[in-house]
């Protein structure tokens, strides 16, 4: 042990190089609850997801949000699906597109792993009310809606209903619109 400000320099420089990173000790947690788990093949099962999730939200489907979310966006959207529906406000659930979905980090929350990742999609921008009288957007107009997911893995797996033992499902935790615009 040292006094020496050179010293504890050096070695806090030492013990953060052969620290592992953030990233990486998440995704050694996610591997060792679930060892067959893929990139790839999340990336691409999430594309998939993602329209139902996006027009399950805009049509108002608590089953598809309570299935897809964790509970703290469970409570965020339904909430918002509460109060849109309360005002008497009907988005347009259309979805034209989605793009592939992209890693962009992979993070550790509490103890546990968490991918981000971005897309966009095509979206009709409209909403009614009630009536069907247009309050916001217009029928025809299209946007691209620029998305961050952030997904939390469970602890661990489940058996289902087919009786066989599943890895953790990941729930979707946070969603993010990081922007918008106007195509048509």
């Known amino acids: 042990t040292s006094d020496s400000p050179f010293v504890h320099r050096i070695q806090d420089a030492s013990d953060s190089f052969f620290q592992e990173s953030e990233a990486a000790q998440a995704l050694r947690e996610i591997r ?14 999430l594309k998939g997801d993602v329209p139902i999730v996006i027009k399950g939200y805009l049509e108002g489907k608590e089953d598809i949000i309570k299935e897809y979310c964790s509970p703290e966006m469970i409570e965020r959207l339904t909430g918002i699906i509460k109060a849109q529906k309360e005002a008497g406000l009907v988005p347009d659930p259309t979805l034209l597109d989605s793009s592939d979905v992209e890693l962009v ?21 409209c909403t009614r009310d009630t009536h ?3 309050v916001e957007g217009a029928p025809e107009e299209v946007h691209r809606v620029y998305y961050y997911w952030a997904l939390q893995q469970e602890e661990s797996g489940y058996v289902g209903e087919d009786g066989q033992h599943h890895p953790p499902r990941w729930q979707l935790r946070e969603m993010l619109i990081r922007g918008m615009h106007h195509l048509l």
């Open 32 to 45: 060792a609850r679930d060892i067959s788990f893929d990139m790839m093949e999340f990336l691409q099962r």
């Open 105 to 125: 980090d992979l993070k550790m929350l509490e103890d546990s792993p968490i991918i981000v990742t971005q897309f966009t999609c095509q979206q009709i921008n």
């Open 132 to 134: 069907g009288n247009v």
